[in-house]
């Protein structure tokens, strides 16, 4: 059972998701929006100037977002009936999202050189369930327990390696993040301090574990296919923008 934060703050997880997703929506805008417009308006422009200026402040809001996603996917495991069911969405949504990442990102409908945020959550979903099967099996003998341990640990490392091989969005280090926080699971606190001190390379990234600290527990209100969908679509939408639209406003 979790340990909470006394705090009349209390957090659900539906507005834990609706703050990943407002967050990750104002990173997005920057990266797909706001940062190329910093380099084809003219310099001195107002338009120009105010980009320039907002830029930064909207990728640094955006860094609170993964962690708490990677929280999100620790607490949908532990809790989810069909975790079959739960990893097929996630594989499913991946493959989704890839052309609209892409196309939102950069100049070219597909790109091998980084892949979307999904499938990283899914390798770090797969991870949890290749070792809690071991973490939880019964052996005979005290070697058989160091062989549990020592089969979590090259889990662990598979996935690893698979974030970094495959280029996704936070690689290595976010399954790494999604790792620390399943392990310490049951203890929010130390969810909280060792998650941000795991995602401290981001320099705003630790900042997420606060709305983390006063979540009570609770799930909220459910828009489950909204949160899986709103990804791609907005993704979408912003690279609708950025090569379609804005193009011809500055012809």
């Not at 003219?42 to 200026?53: H, K």
């Not at 392990?183 to 060792?194: E, G, K, N, Y």
Request: proline share 4%; hydrophobic share 50%; with cysteine.
């Amino acid at each position: 059972m979790h340990n909470k934060a006394t705090s009349p703050v209390s957090i659900t997880g539906s507005t834990l998701k609706l703050i990943a997703v407002i967050t990750m929506l104002i990173d997005h805008m920057g990266a797909a929006l706001v940062g190329p417009l910093r380099h084809k308006l003219p310099d001195g422009s107002a338009l120009g100037d105010f980009c320039i200026m907002i830029y930064p402040h909207m990728r640094n809001i955006g860094r609170l977002a993964f962690p708490i996603f990677c929280f999100l996917l620790v607490e949908g495991f532990l809790h989810t009936r069909n975790v079959r069911k739960y990893a097929s969405r996630m594989f499913v949504f991946a493959l989704i999202s890839e052309l609209p990442f892409d196309y939102a990102f950069s100049n070219q409908l597909l790109r091998n050189a980084h892949q979307n945020v999904y499938f990283t959550l899914l390798i770090g979903l797969l991870v949890m369930i290749g070792m809690s099967y071991f973490e939880f099996r019964t052996p005979r003998t005290k070697v058989g327990n160091y062989l549990n341990l020592l089969t979590q640990i090259f889990i662990a490392a598979v996935g690893l390696w698979m974030a970094d091989f495959l280029h996704t969005d936070y690689n290595y280090k976010g399954v790494f993040l999604i790792i620390v926080l399943y392990s310490l699971r049951l203890d929010r606190r130390l969810q909280a301090i060792f998650g941000a001190i795991t995602i401290s390379w981001e320099m705003y990234a630790p900042f997420a574990f606060i709305p983390v600290w006063f979540y009570n527990g609770q799930r909220g209100r459910q828009m489950k296919y909204f949160f899986y969908w709103f990804y791609p679509v907005h993704l979408l939408i912003l690279g609708f923008l950025r090569h379609v639209v804005i193009p011809h406003f500055l012809i």
